[in-house]
């Protein structure tokens, strides 16, 4: 490893740096590799043998898991990983930030999966060191989901059972596509915070999930996947809905401060919504309840119209 490690020292960006030194430690073992997976950043990951021990470093990843049939296969997993309940009950080895790396290696995993966008990149290239195989996921599309679903049953050896829960999903977000998609649009700026005030553009899972119900992201074009925006912008935008995030079901979450700004027409419509975070920001299967929540959110939107 000490030669990569050496040749990643001048690479441009720690993303670099990963895809190096996966080369290096996914090679070693590929000539009696049985599973061989390609993950999100293009690099092959190959085991002996199905995965016994997986570790997830991130609560979408440990739902995606479960729902591939692989959830007794988790042996370790970081902070929020709550769903299902089941999740609750797996040793915890830190969180998006900090890894307890010693508690990782104690666990003794034949893989680790970690989020593309998320995980801590300094700590996965010294897991990579100690030559444990690490997969990399992310979803920018719906179709995303039901495609990690799948591989992650390749790499725990429950095929079966992802190809099922992957077509169950395709099969609700058309249905869903099928209903709401087309129907007159609806402008909506989606709140991430308040202080600062974040948003996202049109490349975010979250877009995607409007584009699905018939909305439009007022702020689609922005460079940046989450971006912070001024109050002034939003006044400019005068979206038709505001959208945000809450951590109790029935509330507003921080979209409260709107309501200062009587003559928005979110606000004059009465046009306020929130989703609960667990639903809306994982990129996980229950993604598609959050898909359910907006699309009728944006329905009655429509039906204030005067």
């Known amino acids: 490893m000490n030669a990569l490690s050496a040749r990643c020292s001048f690479a441009r960006g720690q993303k670099a740096c990963l895809r190096l030194l996966f080369a290096l430690a996914l090679g070693a073992g590929s000539a009696t590799a049985a599973i061989r997976v390609t993950d999100v950043s293009g690099m092959s990951v190959a085991l002996a043998r199905p995965a016994e021990r997986i570790v997830s470093l991130a609560p979408n990843i440990t739902e995606l898991l479960f729902a591939a049939g692989a959830g007794a296969r988790v042996v370790g997993t970081v902070e929020f990983s709550n769903f299902p309940h089941a999740a609750r009950q797996i040793t915890r080895i830190g969180d998006s930030a900090q890894l307890d790396l010693e508690r990782i290696v104690a666990l003794r995993p034949d893989l680790i999966i970690a989020w593309q966008s998320g995980s801590a990149q300094r700590q996965l290239v010294q897991l990579l060191h100690l030559g444990i195989p690490v997969f990399l996921s992310d979803a920018h599309r719906l179709p995303d989901i039901a495609r990690e679903m799948e ?39 989606y709140q991430i915070w308040d202080r600062p005030l974040l948003t996202i553009n049109g ?61 928005l027409t979110a606000v004059a419509r009465g046009n306020l919504f929130a989703i609960h975070a667990d639903l809306i920001s994982r990129d996980g299967p229950r993604i598609l309840d959050a898909a359910e929540q907006m699309c009728a959110q944006l329905d009655a939107a429509r039906s204030r119209r005067k």
């Open 203 to 263: 490349d975010h899972l979250i877009s995607a999930v409007i584009r699905l119900c018939g909305g439009r992201n007022v702020f689609a074009d922005l460079r940046s996947l989450v971006a912070e925006i001024s109050t002034e912008a939003v006044l400019a935008a005068n979206p038709e809905a505001i959208g945000g995030m809450t951590t109790e079901a029935g509330q507003q979450g921080n979209l409260a401060g709107w309501k200062s700004w009587p003559r």
């Open 151 to 189: 591989r992650f049953g390749r790499l725990a050896g429950s095929e079966n059972v992802a190809r099922q829960a992957a077509q169950a999903f395709l099969e609700r977000e058309a249905e869903l596509r099928r209903r709401y998609a087309a129907r007159s649009p609806v402008t909506v700026f």
